[in-house]
């Protein structure tokens, strides 16, 4: 019972990082002695020292003396020097004689190395408490780290009738979900690597797709563009040379527009050209492109047709949706419902989580394949 309260804590902590520690793992740790917990440490940032460190350094703050005592750490601690020195030579240092570890760490550098470096060091090693709920914290990293694949979010807002834009955009563009969501939007984009949207959506809101504030980190912005219909003077374009930006093409396209190819090179951006799959978007092929990059979290933030497509082919993860209160009946446009019935069959999500901005809701919940992929 002890046990798992302190895990919990861990994977408390742990969750603080999420945003900022990507590509890494957000991981958590804290130090017990004699029932009493001496020492908090999560990993605040990517390049900055690992949660087992900071837990060490935070008893050594207030005091107390890690030696005899236990860690409960929310990942496999590493045993490689990556960014910073491993965290197992810190734990032997730092004389623990027991660590309790929630769940393994599957990178090739890694999978159970940390824990045998430990054990061959005297330490006495658990592992497996609260493991679902460590690898749910980090699912895009796990699953990155054991297949190669990147980790697919699609997200959307819609109004309560399935409507994802105003009918009437003379205005200016209007937003179906409010500023919290619009703003915790942002926070989806910090954790990602890549954010993905279709032709059509930049066509209709020219949007810039970046991550505000970016946190210093540059998300790779894809556009689905098989006919290459970008317009030249979109905000995507102008800002090619401040963040990257990747026009995926297809081979017949790029061919027939060689001179416009060369236009959007010059901005900065790259098109990438990609092989056909019956006049649609070679969606595996991107994925593997990203992942070669080492991409290892996609956004979606296409229109219906994208993200219908993602669903089609089984390949997203996680489902993030904004719901408006709003009926826009006749003045709404963009169905959702409409190219989802393509789908032949329908699906639930799993570990479904609930949170309101403002009345807006959002729901997120993963897919069946996510589940197989994390082992749960
Ligand atoms: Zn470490």
């Not at 942002?186 to 066509?203: D, E, F, S």
Request: proline share 5%; with cysteine.
């Amino acid at each position: 019972m002890r046990d798992t309260k302190y895990m919990r804590t861990a994977l408390r902590l742990a969750q603080r990082g999420i945003g900022s520690v990507e590509p890494n793992p957000a991981v958590g740790a804290v130090i017990v002695k004699a029932n009493q917990i001496i020492g908090r440490g999560w990993h605040k940032k990517f390049g900055d020292p690992h949660a087992e460190i900071n837990a060490i350094e935070d008893c050594k703050t207030l005091g107390s003396n890690p030696q005899s005592a236990v860690m409960y750490v929310t990942l496999e601690p590493c045993s490689h020097q990556g960014k910073t020195a491993p965290c197992t030579e810190a734990i032997i240092a730092a004389g623990l004689t027991k660590v309790v570890v929630a769940a393994l760490d599957p990178s090739e550098h890694a999978s159970g190395k940390g824990i045998e470096q430990l054990r061959n060091a005297g330490i006495k090693v658990e592992t497996g408490l609260c493991e679902k709920e460590a690898k749910l914290i980090n699912a895009p990293f796990i699953k990155f780290a054991a297949t190669g694949r990147c980790w697919t979010v699609l997200k959307w807002a819609q109004t309560i009738d399935g409507k994802m834009a105003q009918a009437d955009n003379t205005q200016g563009h209007q937003w179906i979900s409010n500023q919290l969501s619009r703003k915790d939007v942002h926070k989806l984009r910090q954790r990602v690597g890549a954010i993905l949207v279709g032709i059509n959506t930049v066509i209709a809101d020219d949007p810039l797709l970046t991550a505000r504030p970016d946190k210093g980190k540059k998300l790779i912005r894809v556009v689905l563009d098989s006919n290459l219909q970008i317009p030249l003077d979109c905000k995507l374009l102008a800002t090619a040379k401040e963040a990257p930006l990747l026009i995926v093409a297809s081979q017949q396209a790029h061919q027939a527009n060689p001179q416009l190819v060369e236009e959007i090179t010059q901005t900065g951006a790259e098109v990438l050209v990609c092989p056909d799959a019956q006049g649609q978007s070679n969606l595996p092929f991107v994925l593997d492109e990203l992942s070669k990059r080492r991409i290892a979290q996609l956004l979606v933030e296409g229109g219906p047709t994208v993200i219908s497509s993602f669903l089609k082919e089984n390949l997203a993860d996680e489902i993030c949706v904004y719901i408006s209160p709003k009926i826009l009946g006749g003045s709404g446009s963009v169905d959702i419902s409409g190219p989802m019935a393509q789908l032949t069959a329908g699906f639930s999500l799993h570990h479904v989580v609930l949170k309101p901005f403002g009345d807006d809701v959002r729901i997120t919940g993963l897919t069946k394949g996510a589940l197989s992929e994390l082992g749960l």
